[in-house]
């Protein structure tokens, strides 16, 4: 087969090229080592030695990695004149001839030395930035304004600014509204004919894809974070979340982005009008109703549209419920954000009576939403208890998580809570939750917490020492638990925390000597005084496990 090996682009000479057919093979032929050689094959190789003299095929060249570089070194740019900078960012802006080993950069990474050294020397290189004009690539500009920006008071940066924004057009917009959302102390008048020119901005003209069925809460936003509208709907949020001196100039920036027709701008608009709240409440909530008036129900899929709607629901319910009730029959993610948002809405205690009065009256997807707020909300575990017999898997296992802060309820809540998780549908895949609750509870264990050791143990098992299942650490957190339940409670009860670490030993769970040997009392020489345990005493064979480690 080898013999028979000529690849096509051998076979295609060029005139007034030398033939390379045959390289294939003798590169091939040349590897093979000698004693495997064939005598076919090693004629062959003779003849291709013959027919390329002084040419000897070289190995293959290893796989290698590394960082593209800037085309000038930290070093160098320590020392560089503004002429000297110059001569490179013209340089560079150009596309060089392609270097194979090490791999060098071009204009961009030579943009984020520039970033560096405008960092320490701010003032040069602010004085260096308006000295670049449009022939430059955006990136030099845009490279100072971003290194700059914390560093220059607000006339100073507003010159700068008007300078980029001048030079670049829209190309200056995301560094331009990224400086305005760190720095909103550094806008003035000036700036606002640029903020406005950016909030209508052809870019984006659509959004980026179609809604699926698992929703496109990350997509809208990440798409409204990358547009330039967006972009500006975010910096008119920074600024009004930092005051109120520009509200009159700003508002109607905030109403047209509201009712822009692209939805991943909506999503970022959300945040202006939340921050419009703050000094205009009227206003925001007919904005944010003009906002939420979106015929795809999407416009609710993404955390600042939640954000909003939950503010409003506060302000307003009965005006914006019907919202409410349209995201939790929404599609795939939207439906998981609008239970969140309900669930919210029943702690603050402002549902409608039009609105869903509990978790059953939710669709899978809203309840599994729901069960994420009111795991959060520890206080609130009433609504939580339904939702550990769910009959979808992801709503137990998003309700479970709130058993990690069952111990910080009142001890009779506790109780109430944990008894519940034990008789449930959700105790055996998440009983990990409890275990860690357990374990991180710093003060007294209630009365309740022997019991859930015991189902815990009865449940894992030989797992909680099986170092190849999750389980566990689960044992881990159990020797915590109930070395200090042991400590802490009467003599019947100790005797069921010994029945627990037997079971425990026997599994082999992670950490028993160990928490064993601190555990300790010097003064006893035997931990679990035995002779509590029974009238016979140590030597009638009725030893607790301390005694038998030893």
Sequence with gaps: MLLDFYPAWERRRQKGQRSAWGWSQYELLSAICPSRRSAAGRRRLVEWERKFPGQVPSPPTPIQSGVVGSPVSDHAARHMTDEQWHRALNKYAEPQPERLWPPQGG???????????????????????????????????CAIVGAVTPHLDAGRWGQLALHTHQALGSAAAPTICRALQSAPQNFTAASL?????????????????????????????????????????????????HGSEHLRALTPLVARLANDPVLAVRVCAAQAVL????????????????????????????STTQRLLINTLVRESSRFAAHLARALQGPGDTAELAGQSWAV???????????????????????????????NNIDHYPHLVPLFNDAVPDVRKNASQGMRQAFDLLPAQADELVRAFLDSDAFPDHLEHLAFA???????????????????????????????????????????????LYRQSPRLQRIRCLDIIDSLSQ??????????????????????????LSGRGPGAGDVCLGCRLR
């Design 107 to 141: 204009a961009h990474e030579l943009a984020q030395t520039l970033s560096s050294r405008a960092q320490q020397e701010p003032e040069r290189f602010t004085n260096f930035a308006f000295m670049l004009g449009p022939d430059a690539p955006a990136t030099y500009l």
């Design 193 to 241: 004919p640029a903020l406005d020119s950016y909030t209508m901005d052809p870019h984006p003209e659509q959004d980026i894809r179609d809604a699926d069925a698992k929703g496109t809460r990350t997509d809208l936003l990440t798409a409204g974070m990358n547009a330039t509208r967006g972009q500006a709907a975010l910096a008119v949020a920074a600024l009004l979340f």
């Design 275 to 302: 921050a419009l709240m703050h000094h205009d409440p009227q206003i925001a909530l007919d904005t944010a109703e003009q906002l939420l008036n979106h015929q795809d129900a999407n416009v609710y899929n993404a």
């Design 345 to 375: 809405a029943t702690i603050q205690g402002c549902l409608t009576p039009d609105l869903p009065n509990s978790t059953h009256e939710l669709n899978a997807l809203a309840r599994r939403g729901a069960a994420t707020v009111f795991a």
């Design 438 to 484: 357990l374990y991180d509870h710093t003060g007294p264990l209630p009365a309740v917490a022997i019991d859930a050791c015991e189902r815990i143990v009865q449940h894992a098992g030989k797992d909680l020492g099986d170092l190849r299942t999750h389980r566990a650490a689960d044992g881990h957190y159990l020797v915590s638990a109930v070395l200090r």
């Design 507 to 532: 599994a082999g769970a992670h950490g028993l000597n160990a928490a064993w040997r601190t555990s300790a009392d010097p003064t006893n020489p035997c931990l679990w005084a035995c002779r509590e």
